[in-house]
């Protein structure tokens, strides 16, 4: 009888490292990075929806008329787009929605316009208007807290570091 020993292969130290390295690459990954071809979740600016990258979204314009060239006869589309002298057509509507065009005023601001208006005179220009708003101001910050009439201290401190 033959005494046939088996006996594992012994890694190098070099192999044993790049396989712990392989390993660690390859452990505690997410799903899109363990099934590359899907890619990653996204938020299509597109489609407005959510989905994986893998899905390639395609922008398509209305068309506004087509227009033939009389020479070669080549007749192309002329695409529609959005104003670009309306905050809506340069910034699109996702930045507006749901926020008023004039806002209410806060409890605390509608006690600055009170103050102001009591401050002052029947006839006043834009100077006076300014001198009645830093006084009320001046006046509430230190009644409330300067927070909303005055701007946050760590803001004047980096002022004064930058001089
Ligand atoms: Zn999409």
């Given at each position: ?82 104003d670009?002298n309306t905050?809506?057509g ?74």
């Open positions: 009888m033959i005494d046939l020993e088996f006996e594992p292969p012994k890694p190098t130290p070099g192999g044993l490292a790049a396989s712990m390295a392989a390993l660690e690459k390859i452990k505690r990954r997410s799903f899109s990075e363990r099934n590359p071809e899907l890619g990653k979740m996204i938020k299509c600016q597109i489609c407005q929806k959510r989905h994986r990258s893998s899905i390639k979204c395609v922008q398509v314009f209305a068309t506004k008329w087509w227009e033939e060239d009389l020479e070669t006869g080549v007749v192309e589309p002329i695409f529609a787009s959005a670009q905050r809506f340069v910034v699109g509507h996702a930045a507006f929605k749901g926020k008023r065009l004039h806002p209410h005023p806060s409890r605390r601001n509608l006690q600055l316009i009170e103050a102001v208006r009591a401050l002052l005179p029947d006839e006043y220009d834009d100077s006076d208007l300014k001198k009645a708003r830093a006084r009320a101001r001046r006046m509430l910050a230190n009644k409330l807290g300067r927070h909303g009439f005055f701007p946050p201290v760590w803001m004047k401190q980096e002022k004064g570091k930058d001089a």
